[in-house]
């Protein structure tokens, strides 16, 4: 079956989440479109994802960055991550990863999984999106903005939202009532080779954060991941390519890195 076509039968099974961007009525897939009662139509791409933004935004995100950030989660660099979150979620589940970039994060807790998670993955960032869809079928790719969420109330047991911005209020609207959010902050170590091989900058600070999730979110638990994953000589490039900080400007040919630091807080809360 050709990639639009796999693409158009899962958003068929899964078209009751829908709700329009612009006038949030519910959405049927006919033809090669999602579109509502009002006619509000968008296209579902070639390539297998769906870009449901009203208007055309840039980000920093590029390609070269979203293909850097596949090579290292497919490296095995958040393994123990994908590993704990699959924990916290229920096997059979719907879940959105809103802010997904290029996917890889959704796809391996999906594959962990017991059950069968219906997945949703939402970035700003066509790019990224693109690169997700490129690589991981039987999932709901959307390009769209997590501050004005195409879908409707209560359609969602998990939202998943890893080392991106959030917001509370769309968060909660997506939320089952038993629904959780699952959020993966930097904590201070975080690749701090990095940061220390390029600014020879403080720790990272995750206060505020942290501060905003437990204003907003019931019930807040908390687990930290601390380790250490070695870093090859034909990673190093992707590693420095994957993040928008100006890494790239300093000289990458002294760089002596064999192994970097993952410290990560996951908080989970509900609504
Ligand atoms: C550091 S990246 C993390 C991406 C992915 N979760 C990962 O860990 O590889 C932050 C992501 O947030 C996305 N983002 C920023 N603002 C957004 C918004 N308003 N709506 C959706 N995505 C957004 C960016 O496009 C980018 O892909
Ligand atoms: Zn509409």
Redesign the pocket.
Known sequence: MKKIDLFKKYMKQHEQLWSCPICQNSMTVRDNHVVCAENHSFDLAKKGYVNMMTQPVH?K?DKEL?EA?HCI?ESGM?KPLHEKITELINANSTVV?????????LAHIREKADGEIIGVG????KE?VMTAAKHHLDTIWCV????QVPFKDSSFDVV??????A?YTEFKRLLTDQGIVIK?VPNSGYLKELREAFYEQDEYDNHDTKQRFQENMEKVQQERITYKFPMTADLLPSLIK???LTWNAKKQDDLDISEVTIDLDILIGER
């Open positions: 980000t995100y979203f950030r989660i958040y990863d809103l802010g997904c970039g290029e996917g890889s994060h939402l970035d700003i960032a990224g769209g903005d997590l501050a998943l939202n890893i080392l991106s911005p917001n993966v994957m993040t928008p």
